[in-house]
């Protein structure tokens, strides 16, 4: 087991130093093969009437004239230890991990995503308990009734709630339950668990619903899918046989056996969401890290974009990472491969 996990880790790694690699080759790699200069790239941050100098003297300040290699070198090792190199910008120099500096506001990126982070921290866990428990719920019961009321009225909700986008059901639970009965948060509305776990709650159910209904959704279909799968099997015949109670063959031989893709899907739902619910934070005004995304890509912040991108990617490996060994516990045969 501590080797597989090793193993696991190391490629952990890897994948970070290829997302790395990628990402920074993709914002200035490309662009220099394209035929951009480093005035090109200075020109982004200066207003239209900045001349020729200026931006040459802007382009230097931020380290353009400076081979690619280096560029990288100075990046990832702000990412990963922090850095004394500030492109010129005379930012204090950060000791620890601060994913560069922005070259609009010459805050270190790494605490402008911090600041956002429990916004998003605080969505994803509330929707994906939500989302869990409901669908998990609603699939057993729909393959336990096929073919009933219950299951055709579930998964007919269940392809509704996969359907609609969050941008859609957000705005139309905000217009009816926020702003015509007002009872709900408005948009925009986050308070910190750590000052009211209450109001915390209170600001955050809309969006905990909204997100929670596409992915409850899908969950619910999988989980019926898996559960009339299994219910099929021997080893259920046979443990019925054996004069086990339906309550105990249902979720100890069936629902675990059949929650077995749910363990891969629901950790991947995790960690992509933990880097940014876009569309749910950009429709209740959340401003998490997707938020802080999209403000970053129409600012065209290259260090901002870099960073969100690298944080998204560090949870969305570990999330793997965390599943692989999830595996390796419920499955044995996995520590092989």
Not at 2 to 27: E, N, P, Q
């Amino acid at each position: 087991m501590v080797t597989f996990f090793i193993r696991r880790t190391i490629g952990a790694a890897l994948m970070l130093f290829v997302v790395s690699i990628s990402t920074f080759l993709i914002f200035f790699g490309l662009p220099r093969l394209a035929g951009a200069t480093p005035e090109t790239f200075a020109a982004r941050y200066l207003s239209r009437t900045a001349d020729a100098h200026a931006q040459q003297v802007f382009a230097e300040k931020l380290g353009f004239y400076d081979p690619l290699w280096l560029q990288y070198w100075n990046w990832i090792k702000a990412v990963f230890v922090g850095t004394d190199y500030d492109y010129g910008t005379g930012v204090e120099h950060c000791a620890a991990p601060c994913f560069g500096y922005s070259f609009r506001t010459n805050h270190a990126v790494w605490d402008d995503l911090v600041d956002r982070l429990p916004v998003t921290v605080s969505l994803t866990v509330g929707a994906s308990i939500l989302w869990l428990l409901t669908g998990v719920a609603v699939g057993v019961l729909s393959a336990l009734r096929k073919g009933s009321f219950f299951d055709r009225a579930a998964m007919t909700g269940a392809l509704a709630g996969v359907s609609l986008p969050p941008y859609f059901t957000g705005l139309m639970f905000l217009y009816f339950f926020s702003y015509q009965f007002d009872l709900t948060a408005p948009g925009g509305t986050y308070v910190n668990f750590t000052d009211d776990p209450g109001e915390w709650a209170y600001s955050l159910i809309l969006p905990w619903i909204t997100l929670a209904m596409l992915n409850a959704a899908a969950y619910a279909r999988f989980t019926r899918a898996g559960m009339l799968d299994t219910m099929g099997e021997d080893f259920i015949r046979t443990a019925r046989a054996k004069g086990l109670h339906e309550r105990v063959v249902v979720t100890k031989h069936g629902l675990r056996a059949a929650l077995t893709p749910i363990i891969t899907i629901f950790g991947l739902d995790v960690g992509l969401l933990l880097g940014g619910a876009i569309l749910t934070e950009s429709t209740f005004g959340l401003k998490g890290l997707g938020y802080f995304a999209i403000d970053a890509i129409n600012k065209q912040d290259f260090p901002q974009i870099m960073g969100v991108t690298m944080f998204a990617a560090f949870f969305v490996v570990v999330a793997n990472l965390i599943v692989d060994m999830l595996y390796a516990v419920v499955d044995p045969r996995v520590r092989l491969s």
